[in-house]
């Protein structure tokens, strides 16, 4: 195996051969996440390893020192093949997660493209027909909003799948909320963006954001398509 490409978000690392092939998918909040992802790379011959990370910096480094004996290329905004624009004045500030899921959908659709990314926050980023960046929105997650609302309280949860009518508890209606709040608000930006194609990815949309489904297409190998596409 010459190439394998890792995505190292907030929440999970994932790691993809040259085909894309998912070879593992390590949840960070488990206590040997790391250990099990150093078991994998022990295994797999790897001559290099495109990575992005939006991880905070130590990890980042525990995460390379199980790549040792391989060229790991870093992924950014100033190398690469890029075929999408960015908007922002600082674009180091601009999450290269983010930009790698805005570069494989437009490369995918080639055309005007919103992307909704359903994570710890949502992310929301329009590429226009003209492959620029034209901006976006973050706004807090399904979970962080529900974490506003009960912290420092008594109210205690079941775990039931939310949906858009009105709830009747307490529960019901926090969780209904939540996810009406994020399902109207993306449904507004769909609305003012007027984008040819709306694609949504994150965890959030597999678990309790699943109603969005209905706003667009699901992909949840954007990052890893976009590595490919710059770092090819």
């Known amino acids: 195996m010459a190439r394998i490409y890792v995505d190292y978000g907030n929440t999970s690392l994932k790691v993809y051969d040259e085909l894309g092939k998912l070879l593992g998918v390590f949840n960070k909040r488990e206590p040997n996440w790391l250990i099990k992802f150093k078991e994998l790379i022990s295994k797999l011959q790897i001559n290099v390893c495109v990575l992005a990370s939006v991880a905070r910096a130590d990890d980042l480094?525990?995460?390379?020192?199980?790549?040792?004996?391989?060229?790991?290329?870093?992924?950014?905004?100033?190398?690469?093949?890029?075929?999408?624009?960015?908007?922002?004045?600082?674009?180091?500030?601009?999450?290269?997660?983010?930009?790698?899921?805005?570069?494989?959908?437009?490369?995918?659709?080639?055309?005007?493209?919103?992307?909704?990314?359903?994570?710890?926050?949502?992310?929301?980023?329009?590429?226009?027909?003209?492959?620029?960046?034209?901006?976006?929105?973050?706004?807090?997650?399904?979970?962080?909003?529900?974490?506003?609302?009960?912290?420092?309280?008594?109210?205690?949860?079941?775990?039931?799948?939310?949906?858009?009518?009105?709830g009747v508890s307490t529960n019901e209606c926090i969780r209904n909320g939540s996810l009406r709040m994020i399902h109207s608000f993306c449904e507004s930006v769909i609305?003012?963006?007027?984008p040819k194609k709306v694609v949504l990815t994150g965890g959030d949309i597999q678990g309790p954001l699943m109603k969005l489904k209905s706003l667009g297409v699901e992909d949840q190998s954007l990052v890893f398509k976009g590595l490919r596409y710059v770092y090819a």
């Open 61 to 166: 480094i525990q995460v390379k020192d199980a790549l040792k004996g391989s060229k790991v290329v870093d992924a950014s905004c100033f190398d690469g093949d890029w075929c999408v624009s960015h908007s922002y004045r600082n674009p180091e500030n601009l999450g290269i997660d983010r930009l790698l899921a805005m570069e494989a959908a437009y490369r995918d659709y080639n055309c005007s493209v919103l992307v909704i990314d359903c994570g710890s926050a949502v992310t929301i980023d329009y590429v226009g027909g003209n492959a620029r960046h034209i901006g976006g929105y973050i706004v807090p997650g399904y979970q962080l909003q529900m974490n506003s609302l009960i912290r420092d309280t008594s109210l205690s949860f079941d775990e039931i799948e939310p949906a858009l009518n009105l």
């Open 191 to 194: 609305r003012e963006c007027k």
